[in-house]
Nanobody
């Protein structure tokens, strides 16, 4: 079965950290760009971060620059989003996508994760 599985969300206090995972099964992430998206209640979906397949093209939303880091582990066929210094406005439903063409960011999503909730609150 070809799928992406998101995990790692949860409830964290402001200033805390979480690491989201995006595990692929049935296909290799090596050929895909990876994008992380989030959507807060009542808001449109936001592009948070993206990494091209080779890692030479990495983008972050201005709101998360310096706090979030996208990465991937080729051996585990998994991508990650390390989120530090979390703020209340980071609250939302986060999900990853495997996109083509792999050499660009935020192309066309072929696979979507099911998403994971991140809540930042004291």
């Amino acid at each position: 079965q070809l799928r992406l599985v998101d995990s790692g969300g949860g409830l964290v206090q402001p200033g805390g950290s979480l690491r989201l995972s995006c595990a692929a099964s049935g296909f290799s992430l090596d050929f895909y760009a990876i994008g992380w998206f989030r959507q807060a209640p009542g808001k449109e979906r936001e592009e948070v971060s993206c990494s091209s397949s080779g890692g030479d093209n990495i983008n972050y939303a201005e709101s998360v620059k310096g706090r979030f880091t996208i990465s991937r582990d080729h051996a585990k066929n998994t991508a990650y989003l390390q989120m530090n210094d979390l703020k209340a406005e980071d609250t939302g439903f986060y999900y990853c996508a495997a996109m083509v063409p792999g050499y660009v960011c935020f192309g066309t999503a072929e696979y979507w994760g099911q998403g994971t909730q991140v809540t930042v609150s004291s």
